[in-house]
T-cell receptor, first 115, second 111 residues
Framework: NAGVTQTPKFRVLKTGQSMTLLCAQDMNHEYMYWYRQDPGMGLRLIHYSVGEGTTAKGEVPDGYNVSRLKKQNFLLGLESAAPSQTSVYFC??????????????FGPGTRLTVL | GQQVMQIPQYQHVQEGEDFTTYCNSSTTLSNIQWYKQRPGGHPVFLIQLVKSGEVKKQKRLTFQFGEAKKNSSLHITATQTTDVGTYFCAGSSSNDYKLSFGAGTTVTVRA
């Protein structure tokens, strides 16, 4: 199992450009999450999904959109990138039931720089 | 909304010494989790505490959940260079599958 994978690993954008970050998990997890990590601020939840076809806003959703058309994939979109969106983005997934319920499994991250 | 505060933000430790990092929530938690992130890496799950007053050990790491389920601590004994990284606590409330992460404690070790 690959676990949680993210593409791309690095990206540099100019202000106003758009892009999509892809997260994929092969663990058949129901829940998926997108976080951003900034120095001294821990992990902040952007959007999350409790199942295929459903998404919800997290703590810092402005400027981002998400889609979960397939259970294994969770896409994070930036329609018009801003320098304030320079960050490391982590995707995570967690199972609905079982011994490790609520445990989140993180992808390797995407380092995004917006100039 | 739920807030999780974590102190200290930085911990510089001499190899072989002990240290503790603390986590406090503004609300009662249903469970608390701890994650470790190595430099340049991603957060990795360490442990979950669910019961009031629960204490769990993983080798040199001791995790504790407060009686009121609003605070937690991680104590590391005889720190080693392999303990370098950032330790995050993360809590969730009842019926809420979202985690609120603390800002993390970044640990550096002097050999």
């Amino acid at each position: 199992n690959a676990g949680v994978t993210q593409t791309p690993k690095f990206r540099v954008l100019k202000t106003g450009q758009s892009m999509t970050l892809l997260c994929a998990q092969d663990m058949n997890h129901e829940y998926m999450y997108w976080y951003r990590q900034d120095p001294g601020m821990g992990l902040r939840l952007i959007h999350y999904s409790v199942g295929e076809g459903t998404t919800a806003k997290g703590e810092v959703p402005d400027g981002y959109n998400v889609s979960r058309l397939k259970k294994q994939n969770f896409l994070l979109g930036l329609e018009s990138a801003a320098p304030s969106q320079t960050s490391v983005y982590f995707c995570a997934s967690s199972p609905l039931v079982g011994q490790k319920k609520d445990t989140q499994y993180f992808g390797p991250g995407t380092r995004l720089t917006v100039l | 909304g739920q807030q999780v505060m974590q102190i200290p933000q930085y911990q510089h430790v001499q190899e072989g010494e002990d240290f503790t990092t603390y986590c406090n929530s503004s609300t009662t938690l249903s469970n608390i989790q701890w994650y470790k992130q190595r430099p340049g890496g991603h957060p990795v799950f360490l442990i979950q505490l669910v019961k009031s007053g629960e204490v769990k050990k993983q080798k040199r790491l001791t995790f504790q959940f407060g009686e009121a389920k609003k605070n937690s601590s991680l104590h590391i004994t005889a720190t080693q260079t392999t303990d370098v990284g950032t330790y995050f606590c993360a809590g969730s409330s009842s019926n809420d599958y979202k985690l609120s992460f603390g800002a993390g404690t970044t640990v550096t070790v002097r050999a």
